[in-house]
């Protein structure tokens, strides 16, 4: 028997029983694979259910679990660690037409994405609180601030932030604006945090390596690097300093 048969078996309940799968009478065993089949599928929607709890609560329990039957089938595992199940969802959500109309939905998985992987993100040693004030201000801008492993960092066209915390804080109704997030890690579980205007390409332009001035070019006018910098000290974020 083929393990690649197999497996695309357990995920098509459409699907013969794969050939070698036998009860004790030598025939093929339709009840026992079904019970299998089922149990795989089971663990596969559950993983999903926890990698995003948002998504699931913005369209019903019972419709993620329809839709999460949908992506397992077209999405199977890829690693064999259950936890990172999912990667792809957000993609997916983009082009399932029984969502189109919540254009949000894609990005709020993203985000919810971004924080599962900000969760499993290497640990890392911050910088001393006063490292970047020992700088002089020549000094500083040349620099190269390095970011914690665990930061992910959003721009999306929809009130993103606003609509996490209203599912998962009580947070008041959105308001229709774009809004950029960063996601910081200080200890064990990620949190994402609203940034001004620019902040996402500040943040992004250091994580490629780009020097302090740089990074700056990139933003507009009434960009805020103070409050953006002390949101790195405060959650631990700012690992290293590269005169």
Known sequence: MKQSAFAQALLDPDAAVPEGVVGPDGRPDAKRFAVYRNNVASSLTRALEAAFPVVQKLVGTEFFGAMA????????????????YGKSFPAFLEGFPPVAQLGYLPDVA????????????????????????????AQLLQARLHLAPSVRILASAWPLHAIWLANTQGGPAPVMQAQ???????????????????GAAFLTALIAGKPLNQALAATDNGFDLAAVLGLLLQNQALVGVSP
């Open 69 to 84: 039957q949908v992506y397992l089938r077209a999405h199977p595992p890829l690693d064999r660690r259950l936890m990172l």
């Open 110 to 137: 993203r985000l919810e994405q971004a924080m599962r992987e900000s969760y499993h993100a290497a640990d890392s040693m911050p910088i001393a609180p006063d490292a970047l004030a020992q700088l002089g201000e």
């Open 180 to 198: 950029e997030l960063v996601i910081l890690r200080p200890a064990f579980d990620p949190t994402p945090h609203l940034l001004g205007k620019g």
